[in-house]
Structures are given as structure tokens and as C-alpha cells.
């Protein structure tokens, strides 16, 4: 290969990481305003009113495994972003018998997957996640009046594909 030809591949390959570190919300700078988000990460998933401010939702379910809360202070100014797609933050936050199915798309958003059983009266909600680098899936249990009743934990198992 042409000197020239490995330079142009390392240009482009530059480029395409720079492009994946500007839609990357970890590596939004502290204070940016509503607009600089969406200028830099596009439209969100979903935007709710907070009681001190607001969030914008970046969801990248159902094939994505992270789902970011982008919350803006009453001043209209970035203050945090949460990637709550974590086994902890969910064993931490997700209050069961008191979070609501507005709780859980407040913070969570739309599931990859909404599924019933015979076993439980109500929908499980299903998000799919990393952690460890295993992939995850976490079951949130809501019942006919739009109470959580159950959060769990499971392996995702992916079948290895055909290749015969």
C-alpha cells in the first residue's frame, strides 16, 4: 500500500472515532445549554419536566445497550449525565411498590421489549445492558394499576449465528 493510501486511511479512520466521540454523551461539557445537546447528539429519545429542571432522554434501545439522562438545572444548563443502564443504579433507584410506569419511563424510557407470563398480572418491561462486557437483560415488573412490582435480573442469551 501507497504511503499516500495509508495516510488517507488513517484520516478516515480519525474521522469516523472524532464523529463517534461528538454523539457520545459522557463528553458533553458541564454548563452546555439544551441546544448545544441536541446540536451536538441530535433529538432525543424523550424530554420530561423534572421538579428542578428537565432531562432529555437518550435511549439506544431496543439494540443499543445504554439508555442517558441528560438533566438540565432550572438555569437551562447541563448539570448531569447518567447512564442508568447499570445493574446498581437500577438496585439503587428503582423503588419497588412505589415507581410507577411514568417512574420507569422517566428514567428508563421505552423498553426494547414489553412481554406478559401467565405467573404475573402485568406487562414486564425488558432492557437490554451491558455489564462487565456480559450482555444483560433487566426485567421490570409492572402491574395492571402501573405499579413496579418486581425487578430482575437475567443473562441475555444470544444463539451463536449459523455459519454452515
Same mark, same amino acid.
Given at each position: 500500500?501507497?504511503?499516500?493510501?495509508?495516510?488517507?486511511?488513517?484520516?478516515?479512520?480519525?474521522?469516523?472515532?472524532?464523529?463517534?466521540?461528538? $454523539?457520545?454523551?459522557? #463528553?458533553?461539557?458541564?454548563?452546555?445549554? #439544551? *441546544?448545544? @445537546?441536541? *446540536?451536538?447528539? $441530535?433529538?432525543?429519545?424523550? /424530554?420530561?419536566?423534572?421538579? =428542578?429542571?428537565?432531562?432529555?432522554?437518550?435511549? &439506544?434501545?431496543? +439494540?443499543?445497550?445504554?439508555?442517558?439522562?441528560?438533566?438540565?438545572?432550572?438555569? $437551562?444548563? +447541563?448539570?448531569?449525565?447518567?447512564?442508568?443502564?447499570?445493574?446498581?443504579?437500577?438496585?439503587? %433507584?428503582?423503588?419497588?411498590? !412505589?415507581?410507577?410506569? =411514568?417512574?420507569?419511563?422517566?428514567? +428508563?424510557?421505552?423498553?426494547? +421489549?414489553? *412481554?406478559?407470563?401467565? &405467573?404475573? =398480572?402485568?406487562?414486564?418491561?425488558?432492557? &437490554?445492558?451491558? *455489564?462487565?462486557?456480559? /450482555?444483560?437483560?433487566? %426485567? @421490570?415488573?409492572?402491574?395492571?394499576?402501573?405499579?413496579?412490582?418486581?425487578?430482575?435480573?437475567?443473562? /441475555?442469551?444470544?444463539?451463536?449465528? =449459523? !455459519?454452515?
Amino acid at each position: 500500500m501507497k504511503p499516500v493510501a495509508v495516510l488517507r486511511c488513517i484520516a478516515l479512520l480519525a474521522l469516523v472515532w472524532l464523529a463517534g466521540c461528538a $454523539g457520545m454523551p459522557e #463528553r458533553l461539557p458541564s454548563g452546555a445549554s #439544551r *441546544e448545544q @445537546v441536541i *446540536e451536538r447528539l $441530535g433529538p432525543p429519545s424523550a /424530554e420530561y419536566a423534572l421538579a =428542578d429542571g428537565s432531562r432529555l432522554l437518550y435511549s &439506544r434501545q431496543p +439494540l443499543g445497550r445504554q439508555v442517558y439522562n441528560v438533566d438540565f438545572g432550572p438555569d $437551562g444548563r +447541563l448539570r448531569r449525565v447518567v447512564q442508568v443502564l447499570d445493574t446498581n443504579w437500577m438496585l439503587q %433507584h428503582i423503588a419497588i411498590d !412505589r415507581w410507577t410506569r =411514568d417512574d420507569v419511563l422517566r428514567h +428508563l424510557g421505552r423498553p426494547a +421489549l414489553v *412481554e406478559r407470563v401467565a &405467573r404475573f =398480572d402485568g406487562d414486564i418491561w425488558t432492557y &437490554r445492558y451491558l *455489564e462487565n462486557n456480559n /450482555e444483560r437483560l433487566a %426485567h @421490570v415488573h409492572i402491574d395492571r394499576a402501573g405499579v413496579v412490582r418486581k425487578l430482575l435480573f437475567l443473562d /441475555e442469551f444470544i444463539p451463536p449465528s =449459523d !455459519r454452515s
